[in-house]
């Protein structure tokens, strides 16, 4: 069997490398344009994918390739899925391996729209001194939509510091947190903070938008560590623009890389990041061990 893992970062690479020597796997580092992939890849019986766009006509170049593991959750965004299928290619995915790390993200994105630290980092770094009012978190309501392994750990953080919860998830819970489960309109509404932990899905793409922001309890935060394309960002900015929404904090965006001409940038409510939330050595490290032992 001949693997190749098409888009491996420095970091990645060298936990491979930590990890017993494989000879079926050969590993390219960095990001292949189409041309290079297919001559990287044009053997390959099985694929690592980390962030690569595969469409029908890549695919169709890839006459060996029987597997892709997709290294998370969110192959469809990357992936197309029919044509995979109609050439009996096999798309896996690997979850679990960061809920943790993602609900830490979520957490740091929170703590900053709550105290304000990114705005006055930049006043500071432009001679003004600004100290700016921030929230209390402790008592406050932490929404939760999708509770799935990240969500239940923004929970878990949520309680540690002091936190109510509301949890809204599309199926029956655990029966541990089920006494916070509520309506969607009822978290939306009742929450102080609203973090997005849901799998992005044709039921789910768009599901925040006009109407959902304008739901929202007024002087709100708004997190999203999960999907961009979750969310309508013209109706988020227009929220965040017009005050009803306190601040917003995003690692996940629906177009990625963020282009540099995007709205989002001119919002100085709004706190960014660059779809780092799973990006720790120890997540990274669990990713690859759960994909190759998909492999065998």
């Known amino acids: 069997m001949r693997i190749n893992y098409i888009d491996a970062s420095e970091m990645m690479a060298d936990l491979l490398a930590e990890l017993p020597p494989d000879p ?11 041309e290079a992939l297919v001559a ?53 995915t690997v979850s679990g391996y960061g809920d943790r790390s993602v609900a830490e993200m979520a957490l740091a994105l929170m703590l900053d729209c ?43 953080i949520g309680r540690a510091l002091g936190m109510d919860l509301a949890i809204w998830n599309r199926s029956e819970i655990a029966e541990d947190w089920r006494g916070f489960q509520m309506p969607l309109p009822e978290v939306l509404s009742g929450s ?30 708004f997190v999203n560590t999960a999907r961009g394309a979750l969310v309508d960002e013209s109706a ?11 601040q917003a ?5 629906e177009t990625e890389p963020l282009p540099p001409g995007s709205p989002l940038l001119g919002c100085p409510n709004l706190v960014l990041s660059a779809h780092a ?11 690859l061990q759960k994909a190759l032992a998909k492999i065998g």
């Open 114 to 156: 709550a105290r304000r630290v990114t705005q006055m980092d930049r006043d500071l770094r432009a001679g003004q001194w600004d100290p700016r009012e921030g929230m209390l978190l402790q008592g406050r309501r932490l929404g939760l939509i999708g509770f799935g392994g990240i969500g239940a750990e923004m929970a878990r």
């Open 40 to 92: 990287l890849a044009h053997e390959a019986e099985v694929i690592l994918n980390g962030h690569t766009s595969m469409g029908a006509a890549l695919l169709a170049r890839l006459p060996a390739l029987r597997r892709i593991v997709f290294l998370g959750t969110g192959a469809s965004s990357y992936i197309d899925l029919e044509a995979a299928a109609a050439r009996g290619i096999t798309v896996d």
């Open 236 to 246: 988020l900015i227009a929220a965040l623009r017009s005050g009803h929404l306190a």
């Open 24 to 34: 079926r796997i050969s590993v390219h580092v960095g990001d292949p344009d189409e």
């Open 192 to 221: 102080d903070v609203i973090s997005l932990h849901l799998a992005l899905t044709p039921q789910t793409r768009g599901l925040l938008g006009q109407e959902a922001f304008a739901a929202m309890k007024p002087g709100a935060i």
């Open 277 to 287: 939330g799973f990006k720790t050595r120890d997540a990274a490290r669990a990713l």
């Open 249 to 253: 904090g995003l690692d996940v965006f």
